[in-house]
């Protein structure tokens, strides 16, 4: 699949080792990136498992984050991994600390 790149937002695909698609994002996640999100929600098949790689978000605001939530209520099986320190601390300050994991992406 290809990948997309824009000013604010880069967004790669992979697999992992285990089969499941990997997204990768970096850059900034907020209104600017929602035509990228929403582009990953028709990608993305309801229930397949995919894994969202946080690490190179350099910046996230709450709107990113309800970008990213509404990927998980809609798609079901997404696990955010490798959360930026960007992120970790929105998560800390909406009350959502434990939304990520920490996993090895293969």
């Known amino acids: 699949m ?4 824009l000013e604010h937002l880069a967004v790669e695909w992979s697999v992992d080792g285990a089969g499941r698609r990997v997204v990768t994002l970096s ?11 929403r582009r990953i929600h028709q990608l993305v098949q309801a229930d397949e498992p995919v894994q969202v790689d946080l690490e190179g978000v350099g910046f996230a605001d709450l709107i990113g984050l309800d970008l ?26 909406a009350g959502l600390p434990d939304l990520t994991v920490d996993v090895e992406v293969v």
């Open 27 to 37: 850059g900034d996640v907020d209104m600017a990136a929602a035509p990228q999100i």
């Open 68 to 93: 990213l939530l509404g990927l998980r209520r809609s798609r079901g099986h997404v696990t955010f991994v490798h959360a930026s320190p960007a992120v970790h601390r929105l998560l800390e300050l």
């Open 2 to 5: 290809a990948d997309v790149v």
